[in-house]
């Protein structure tokens, strides 16, 4: 069985990510390449206290997104636990547009969020939609978790709507801690 064979597995959001630090290089770091910036002095900050409630739980293995922002926050929990840490793509942010070679426009962000919330509201799925739902989400996060064995507790550092899909959270604050429904 994966993600530890029925051990507890935490979910992680990343920290504050630092995006003003990418303003000097624009607009090598515009659009999709924001995911480049790193935490802020408060993300890492916000992490180390997830660290230490994380820390009597005695995590053995963490997974991150391939994002910076997860990708630092994911080896500051490894470092603080001794333990481990692995790069998932799967476990990136939702998806506005989930065929890559579709450029992805402010427009067709904006339209695809607009079309998200309404769906949420109303139920009703476009046919032609080309963005991800909190089922297919939680899937692709609950498949990522099957890929990673653990003898003990996991952690997976993810990002906002993917952790509300999976874990049913209505909130989910920057750093904050969610446990995975089993």
């Known amino acids: 069985m994966g993600g530890g064979g029925g051990a507890v597995i935490f979910l992680v959001r990343h920290g504050e990510a630092d995006y003003a630090r990418l303003a000097p290089h624009a607009p ?24 230490r409630e994380l820390q009597e739980a005695q995590p053995t293995l963490v997974v991150a ?10 080896a500051l929990l490894a470092a603080t636990f001794g ?5 998932d ?5 939702w ?6 070679r579709t450029p992805v426009t402010a427009d067709a962000v904006r339209r695809a969020i607009d079309e998200y919330e309404l769906w949420r ?4 799925l476009p046919a032609d939609r080309q963005w991800e739902t909190d089922a297919e989400m939680a899937e692709r996060l609950k498949a990522a978790v099957e890929r990673h064995q653990s003898p003990g507790p996991l952690v997976v550092v993810s990002h906002e709507a993917v952790i509300k899909a999976a874990a049913g959270s209505e909130t989910v604050d920057l750093a904050s801690i969610h446990v995975l429904p089993k």
């Open 28 to 51: 090598v770091y515009e659009g999709a390449r924001r995911d480049f910036a790193p935490l802020t002095a408060l993300g890492v900050a916000q992490v180390q206290s997830a660290a």
């Open 65 to 74: 997104s391939p994002y910076t922002r997860t990708l630092q926050t994911g």
């Open 83 to 87: 333990c481990d840490l692995r790069v």
């Open 89 to 93: 793509p799967a476990l990136h942010d």
């Open 95 to 100: 998806l506005p547009v989930r065929d890559g």
């Open 121 to 124: 509201s109303s139920g009703a």
